[in-house]
């Protein structure tokens, strides 16, 4: 096993046992501080940003320690992937929005408001992508200016 190797699965151990302590502490806290009304939306989106910044820094990490075949990999696998899976849920979307979904489980509850939560819940993660996409782009090509 190389050095590389090493410090890629080294990082990789470090960053989902922190990330796993960050999660205990999160439901910890939620669970037995009492913490509840606005405190607990501030605290909840407190702890889930460090848990995502933390796995950032850890997944530039791991990123850096693969050799740039892996590297290219991992970019060709991210970019054709995402695409592919992003494209592919829209017709899902369009089923659900429509009311597909009652055909499979008429159980389901449905109407207006609840068809505006699961769009901005479809939208909210495909803008932020579409977002993150762009800044890197933009970033990329100023920084090789």
């Avoid at 940003?49 to 892996?70: H, Q, T």
């Avoid at 991992?74 to 017709?91: D, Q, T």
Wanted: net charge positive; aromatic share 16%; glycine share 12%.
């Amino acid at each position: 096993m190389t050095n590389q190797m090493t410090k890629g699965r080294a990082a990789t151990l470090k960053g989902m046992a922190g990330f796993f302590i960050l999660t205990l502490l999160l439901f910890a806290v939620l669970r037995f501080a009492g913490v509840t009304g606005p405190a607990r939306v501030l605290v909840v989106t407190v702890g889930t940003s460090a848990m995502v910044a933390w796995w950032i820094f850890f997944a530039l990490r791991i990123f850096k320690a693969r050799d740039e075949y892996l590297q290219h990999a991992e970019r060709h696998a991210w970019y054709w992937g995402g695409l592919i899976g992003l494209v592919a849920s829209v017709p899902v979307f369009v089923f659900i929005g429509a009311g597909g979904l009652q055909w499979l489980w008429p159980e389901v509850p449905g109407g207006r408001e609840v068809g505006r939560a699961f769009v901005i819940g479809y939208m909210l993660p495909t803008f932020m992508q579409v977002t993150g996409a762009l800044a890197v782009g933009l970033w990329w090509r100023l920084a090789r200016r």
